[in-house]
């Protein structure tokens, strides 16, 4: 069970603190788990009585004997102070009643909790009460009284002990069939972290009853569970992906060094002396597949995707900005292992901060660089920018994160790869489709035509092709796609100067997505693809490559 929580409860209930804050949903586990130290003479040397109280049975007597006339707070603390014998006492959801924060209490259960505080700091014999409430709130008049106690959401142990029950109680009947050996249920357990012990139960029964299977598919049905957890905070945004690492065209050297990263977080790997990664930050030419990365990540690894937007972090309130910043890290933890991807991360984070905000953005940026550099959690971190020299230089340093990689304009083996993509995508339709064979005599002609585009950009060029078709309700041609690349103008031309200074700042400061091999020949780009030439030795890669080359 929850070790560290019954430590920190019985050192606070021997130094004969008055007055413990519990938040937490699952009452029936802190009670459990104060019941269970409160008798424990290990722990406290003197057992206590336990009471309990909460507004519709009143203040229940060790004998589970509800004491008349107590289900109002303020008569129910009365009759605590007469109480004569070491003893805990649990009152459920008792904010309601003292307010805080913005929210107003009565003033007569305010002031016999600060009587109740120095009765029992003072008193004769040992007592002690315990605040169980879903939400953190504390009246200003309370803050010297009250000592909050940390209570941990179930641990993966806690976890796996409620999976192998429910797996225990159901094979037997033969209706549910387990597909699940030791690693597929260590990943579905560790899916499950973030959820309390009965949101857990939940999502692995909603998992049986699906399909009669409980397997490694079943890990989106936790997802779901979690996606609820994660949107009530408010903070971060569960994105759904479909894609994959191989529906990312190119950045084989991006798409090595995380594929040698996946699983990681399992145990076997912690046996084997490995760390959690702690993440990328990837820069680069826009619209050349940062975004796409991410999402492919979290589908390919199988974890959850939570998209952290900056923005929402900043708000009026003096202070709220940082306690934001401290809710979103703690909903990632809790929802570990996971993806976090952090958008356009320079927007956020630009060196200097905002002015005029009395250093709020430099706080926030500090919480969340320490965390970067602290954390211990499996959180993998996926920062993309498209402006990496506005960043501060700290964030860069090694220890924030594992790699540094630049995506460049794509090459035209990679431009080959987005069209072949691309195109199939956007022909299953046998309408669509009738009139164009794609061989590599097609890809070739237009990974010549689109030197210069981003993916983004030759994705925009095969869907303009498609309108010229639907326009006049007939199939794709060739002409349309080659039509939709010479009406564009890309990015690398109207933001020349812009990617150049990119492409300087990268050379020799970040890892090439791309790998080596994939490099046009020079003297050959837009004439061939590489996959039927390729690089001859000797052949040194053209000097719009960014990025250092490292072979994963």
Same mark, same amino acid.
């Given at each position: 069970?929850?070790?560290?929580?019954?430590?920190?409860?019985?050192?606070?209930?021997?130094?004969?603190?008055?007055?413990?804050?519990?938040?937490?949903?699952?009452?029936?586990?802190?009670?459990?788990?104060?019941?269970?130290?409160?008798?424990?003479?290990?722990?406290?040397?003197?057992?206590?009585?336990?009471?309990?109280?909460?507004?519709?049975?009143?203040?229940?007597?060790?004998?589970?004997?509800?004491?008349?006339?107590?289900?109002?707070?303020?008569?129910?603390?009365?009759?605590?102070?007469?109480?004569?014998? *070491?003893?805990?006492?649990?009152?459920?959801?008792?904010?309601?009643?003292?307010?805080?924060?913005?929210?107003?209490?009565?003033?007569?259960?305010?002031?016999?909790?600060?009587?109740?505080?120095?009765?029992?700091?003072?008193?004769?014999?040992?007592?002690?009460?315990?605040?169980?409430?879903?939400?953190?709130?504390?009246?200003?008049?309370?803050?010297?009284?009250?000592?909050?106690?940390?209570?941990?959401?179930?641990?993966?142990?806690?976890?796996?002990?409620?999976?192998?029950?429910?797996?225990?109680?159901?094979?037997?009947?033969?209706?549910?069939?387990?597909?699940?050996?030791?690693?597929?249920? !260590?990943?579905?357990?560790?899916?499950?972290?973030?959820?309390?012990?009965?949101?857990?139960?939940?999502?692995?029964?909603?998992?049986?009853?699906?399909?009669?299977?409980?397997?490694?598919?079943?890990?989106?049905?936790?997802?779901?569970?979690?996606?609820?957890?994660?949107?009530?905070?408010?903070?971060?945004?569960?994105?759904?992906?479909?894609?994959?690492?191989?529906?990312?065209?190119?950045?084989?050297?991006?798409?090595?060094?995380?594929?040698?990263?996946?699983?990681?977080?399992?145990?076997?790997?912690?046996?084997?002396?490995?760390?959690?990664?702690?993440?990328?930050?990837?820069?680069?030419?826009?619209?050349?597949?940062?975004?796409?990365?991410?999402?492919?990540?979290?589908?390919?690894?199988?974890?959850?995707?939570?998209?952290?937007?900056?923005?929402?972090?900043?708000?009026?309130?003096?202070?709220?900005?940082?306690?934001?910043?401290?809710?979103?890290?703690?909903?990632? !933890?809790?929802?570990?292992?996971?993806?976090?991807?952090?958008?356009?991360?320079?927007?956020?984070?630009?060196?200097?901060?905002?002015?005029?905000?009395?250093?709020?953005?430099?706080?926030?940026?500090?919480?969340?660089?320490?965390?970067?550099?602290?954390?211990?959690?499996?959180?993998?971190?996926?920062?993309?920018?498209?402006?990496?020299?506005?960043?501060?230089? !700290?964030?860069?340093?090694?220890?924030?994160?594992?790699?540094?990689?630049?995506?460049?304009?794509?090459?035209?083996?990679?431009?080959?790869?987005?069209?072949?993509?691309?195109?199939?995508?956007?022909?299953?339709? *046998?309408?669509?489709?009738?009139?164009?064979?794609?061989?590599?005599?097609?890809?070739?002609?237009?990974?010549?035509?689109?030197?210069?585009?981003?993916?983004?950009?030759? !994705?925009?060029?095969?869907?303009?092709?498609?309108?010229?078709?639907?326009?006049?309700?007939?199939?794709?041609?060739?002409?349309?796609?080659?039509?939709?690349?010479?009406?564009?103008?890309?990015?690398?031309?109207?933001?020349?100067?812009?990617?150049?200074?990119?492409?300087?700042?990268?050379?020799?400061?970040?890892?090439?997505?791309?790998?080596?091999?994939?490099?046009?020949?020079?003297?050959?780009?837009?004439?061939?693809?590489?996959?039927?030439?390729?690089?001859? *030795?000797?052949?040194?890669?053209?000097?719009?490559?960014?990025?250092?080359?490292?072979?994963?």
């Amino acid at each position: 069970m929850a070790r560290p929580f019954r430590e920190a409860l019985s050192q606070l209930l021997k130094a004969r603190f008055p007055i413990l804050y519990v938040e937490s949903y699952e009452e029936h586990r802190v009670v459990a788990e104060v019941t269970a130290v409160a008798r424990d003479v290990a722990l406290v040397r003197t057992p206590r009585a336990v009471w309990t109280w909460s507004a519709t049975e009143g203040l229940v007597q060790p004998d589970g004997t509800p004491r008349k006339g107590t289900t109002d707070p303020e008569d129910a603390l009365n009759a605590v102070l007469r109480i004569d014998e *070491p003893s805990v006492l649990m009152f459920r959801d008792l904010h309601a009643a003292h307010g805080g924060g913005d929210r107003p209490g009565s003033p007569g259960v305010v002031r016999r909790l600060r009587d109740v505080a120095a009765a029992f700091k003072s008193g004769p014999v040992a007592r002690a009460l315990v605040l169980i409430s879903p939400m953190l709130r504390i009246p200003v008049e309370l803050e010297k009284d009250v000592t909050i106690v940390d209570f941990p959401l179930p641990t993966e142990h806690e976890i796996r002990m409620v999976l192998e029950g429910m797996i225990a109680a159901n094979s037997a009947s033969g209706r549910i069939r387990i597909g699940l050996d030791e690693v597929g249920r !260590e990943r579905l357990a560790k899916a499950a972290l973030g959820l309390t012990l009965q949101e857990a139960e939940n999502a692995f029964a909603r998992a049986m009853v699906n399909d009669g299977v409980l397997d490694l598919d079943d890990i989106a049905v936790v997802h779901e569970e979690q996606r609820q957890t994660v949107r009530k905070s408010g903070l971060l945004e569960f994105v759904d992906v479909d894609v994959d690492l191989a529906d990312v065209g190119g950045l084989e050297n991006l798409k090595r060094w995380l594929a040698k990263r996946d699983s990681s977080w399992l145990a076997e790997a912690a046996e084997y002396g490995l760390p959690a990664p702690r993440g990328v930050l990837i820069t680069g030419v826009p619209g050349c597949g940062k975004s796409l990365t991410a999402k492919a990540v979290a589908a390919s690894w199988g974890l959850p995707l939570l998209r952290f937007d900056i923005g929402r972090v900043f708000s009026g309130l003096v202070g709220s900005s940082e306690q934001n910043v401290r809710n979103a890290i703690r909903t990632a !933890e809790a929802t570990s292992p996971c993806v976090l991807w952090v958008d356009e991360i320079e927007k956020g984070f630009a060196s200097g901060g905002a002015a005029g905000d009395s250093g709020t953005s430099s706080r926030v940026f500090g919480t969340f660089l320490t965390w970067l550099q602290e954390k211990t959690e499996p959180v993998f971190v996926i920062a993309t920018a498209n402006n990496i020299e506005s960043l501060p230089p !700290e964030m860069l340093r090694k220890g924030r994160f594992d790699e540094i990689f630049f995506v460049d304009l794509p090459t035209i083996a990679e431009r080959a790869s987005i069209w072949a993509m691309h195109i199939a995508k956007r022909m299953t339709h *046998p309408a669509v489709a009738r009139d164009l064979t794609v061989d590599d005599a097609l890809l070739k002609e237009l990974s010549g035509l689109s030197e210069g585009y981003s993916g983004a950009e030759l !994705e925009q060029a095969v869907i303009a092709g498609l309108f010229d078709a639907f326009s006049e309700r007939r199939p794709l041609r060739k002409d349309d796609l080659i039509h939709g690349v010479v009406n564009m103008v890309p990015l690398s031309v109207t933001q020349a100067e812009r990617i150049s200074a990119i492409r300087a700042w990268a050379n020799m400061r970040a890892v090439a997505a791309t790998a080596a091999e994939d490099w046009d020949p020079p003297g050959r780009s837009g004439t061939t693809i590489a996959s039927t030439a390729p690089t001859q *030795p000797g052949d040194a890669p053209p000097p719009h490559i960014g990025g250092r080359s490292v072979e994963f």
